[in-house]
């Protein structure tokens, strides 16, 4: 959403994304130095990117050779990454003119050493000041917003987790009446989450925010479908059409508001990247769409969304709440849509939120939850056989949700969820626990 053309946040940096991963993390270490930088496919041409007037350039990864030999009018540090580099010996060197390099061993990225070595070429090489900040970034998204608008009107998916409810107080700070909020209810969400986010924002917005009860409508969509890039797509459309037949009620609404992420875009696949997951806000969306797109937090990671919010104004305990996929419950059900599986998981999982929040533990982990797998165990209740489903308990610790580590919850805790989950829900026969971080794996099964 936010352009950055005219350098007016101090000048930013273009990463050539060659290897997704490392890319990532070197994109989240230079804005820690508040220093706007952004991912760009290796296949642009060197004139297009050029246009945007990026105060220098980083090669990430062998594949950006072609932009190393370019005549580039700006300072390019090309990093090689290599397992068997010395640490101690890391440094910024000059080939002579514009050109640096930098030899890492793979996994030093996202340390404060490599963090320095990046500020210094942005800063003493590049000349970028640090004025990517959320203040700043809110007067020159505010006024974005403002002229694209002019006098429209303009609806926003709003699920009531972070970044819709973020996008939703950025845009309504720029246009103030003209934003009317829409919550769908699409039957996917967590036990008492809808009556909790109509709750809220209706005392926020009085008029203004519109609850819709689509849940029979959306779980016959996804009754019998088990793909879960099948899941996330037909989602993503019917999010859409109910959208649209909102902005038909209102005759003038025009844009739609998003809460779409940096890592949204990335993961759903880019020219330099395969697609990891299909988010239902970019890759689930239909071909063809009456509402044109706002996306105030497009290039924002989830820890710049949450200052943002802060600096908004926004409550704490709605900012920092846990993640929760816009899709919801229907990618945390593995295999085939059901009404009862997704009851199951319902249940199982707000048994987890219960004795972490317990436990005191729900601030310092990123994300918990329950899974409901395509895998049934024989078990025992009441010395009966019971043939029922096997649930997973999910815990990662993250920043930013590009990657993660699980967390190791104590064994008292685990076996709390686990006894009440297979006392309370019947058809639950076993609880296992997910040890796997991100990557390999992701944060949600499907």
């Not at 044109?292 to 920092?320: F, M, N, S, T």
Request: charged share 25%; net charge negative; aromatic share 6%.
């Amino acid at each position: 959403m936010l352009t950055t053309d005219n350098n007016s946040l101090g000048g930013w940096l273009a990463i050539i994304d060659c290897s997704a991963q490392n890319s990532q993390l070197i994109a989240r270490q230079i804005r820690k130095n508040h220093v706007y930088c952004e991912l760009c496919p290796h296949t642009t041409p060197l004139a297009k990117l050029m246009e945007r007037q990026p105060k220098g350039l980083i090669l990430a990864g062998e594949a950006a050779g072609a932009y190393a030999d370019a005549d580039c009018s700006v300072p390019v540090l090309r990093i090689n990454f290599d397992a068997t580099i010395d640490a101690s010996a890391v440094v910024l060197k000059s080939n002579g003119g514009r050109l640096y390099t930098l030899e890492l061993p793979t996994g030093m990225v996202a340390t404060q050493q490599c963090q320095q070595i990046l500020h210094d070429f942005a800063a003493d090489i590049c000349g970028c000041t640090p004025e990517w900040t959320m203040s700043n970034f809110i007067k020159a998204a505010v006024a974005e917003i403002k002229e694209k608008v002019g006098s429209e009107r303009v609806l926003c998916a709003l699920s009531g987790g972070v970044d819709s409810s973020v996008a939703a107080a950025l845009v309504q700070r720029a246009i103030g009446e003209q934003l009317t909020c829409v919550f769908v209810n699409h039957g996917f969400m967590r036990q008492g989450e809808p009556e909790q986010v109509s709750a809220t924002f209706s005392a926020r917005m009085g008029a203004n925010f519109v609850p819709i009860d689509a849940s029979e409508r959306f779980l016959s969509k996804l009754t019998g479908v088990s793909d879960p890039e099948q899941k996330r797509k037909l989602i993503g459309e019917e999010f859409i059409r109910v959208f649209e037949e909102e902005a038909r009620r209102y005759g003038q609404a025009r844009y739609l508001v998003q809460g779409t992420l940096y890592p949204d875009v990335i993961e759903s696949g880019t020219a330099s990247a395969g697609v990891i997951k299909s988010h239902h806000n970019v890759g689930g969306l239909p071909e063809h769409m009456e509402l044109d797109l706002i996306e105030p937090l497009r290039q924002l990671y989830k820890d710049e969304v949450r200052e943002l919010g802060i600096e908004l104004g926004l409550p704490a305990a709605l900012v920092w709440r846990q993640p929760f996929p816009g899709p919801g419950l229907a990618i945390r059900t593995v295999g085939e849509i059901t009404r009862e599986r997704v009851q199951l998981v319902r249940r199982a999982d707000a048994i987890v939120v219960e004795e972490i929040e317990k436990a005191g533990l729900a601030q310092a982990i990123w994300q918990y939850f329950a899974i409901i797998t395509d895998t049934k165990s024989v078990g025992m209740m009441n010395d009966k056989r019971n043939y029922g489903y096997v649930v997973a308990i999910r815990a990662v610790d993250s920043k930013d949700a590009m990657t993660a580590n699980w967390v190791r919850l104590p064994y008292e805790v685990l076996d709390r969820i686990s006894s009440r989950i297979m006392n309370e829900v019947k058809q639950i026969s076993r609880v296992v626990y997910d040890i796997s971080s991100k990557p390999p794996a992701t944060i949600c099964w499907e």
